[in-house]
């Protein structure tokens, strides 16, 4: 993965990396998604909310096999590799994907304040509406319908604590763990904000800081 497909941003303590996905990779990732929703069989079989803390219509768990077949992991593992060079110049020799799920969210549900397992996570985002919706007042500067919030620390001087995400199809955040974060719902349409999540696992010696 070249350079200038990956950025990062520091708002805060932690880094996050923004990467870019593969169209052909949306392709089959929103093909295998459709086919799931369909299948209600399958559908019960990955049904993934009950592990989540999202209040939205369906969350679901991608298979291992897939994961690997589709191509998913070649590119988080690559990202997240990139990523950890650029910010602590280390090189990583395990990647490896605890669960990987897809968030289906309609207008007014929403994902509440939560952080995610392992070493590493992210989200990206597949298929979204053509809006958000209004604020209710006209006035506001900021519409954070349909958002992603990612949150740290306390706002003090010189230093912010809510880092927000417009989501944009193609769009892959990775951000450690622990970090904290919340997604805000929308109004005022009918359409699908779908987005792919992921926990991680990466080498010891480099997640364990605290290590003698």
């Known amino acids: 993965m070249s350079e200038n497909k990956i950025q990062v941003f520091r708002p805060f303590g932690p880094s996050i990396a923004k990467i870019i996905m593969p169209i052909d990779l949306i392709n089959i990732l929103n093909d295998y998604i459709e086919q799931i929703i369909y299948d209600k069989k399958k559908f019960k079989e990955l049904d993934h909310g009950n592990r989540l803390a999202g209040n939205v219509k369906q969350e679901f768990k991608l298979e291992p096999e897939f994961i690997k077949s589709s191509g998913l992991l070649n590119f988080l593992g690559e990202g997240s590799s990139k990523w950890i060079q650029m910010t602590q110049n ?10 990987s799920w897809v968030v289906r969210q309609f207008k007014n549900e929403y994902n509440p304040i939560h952080h995610h397992g392992g070493h590493l996570s992210g989200v990206g985002y597949l298929k979204l509406p053509k809006n958000f919706g209004t604020t209710k007042q006209d006035s506001k500067e900021n519409n954070y319908n349909g958002a992603l919030s990612l949150i740290h620390g306390n706002r003090m ?56």
């Open 157 to 212: 001087y010189d230093c912010n604590s809510v880092f927000n995400v417009v989501p944009k199809i193609g769009e892959f955040y990775l951000f450690p763990h622990y970090l904290m974060h919340a997604v805000y719902p929308f109004h005022d349409n009918d359409e699908e904000r779908r987005s792919i999540s992921f926990n991680a696992t990466i080498d010891d010696d480099i997640y364990n800081v605290y290590r003698t």
């Open 90 to 99: 280390k090189k990583t020799n395990k990647f490896n994907i605890l669960a």
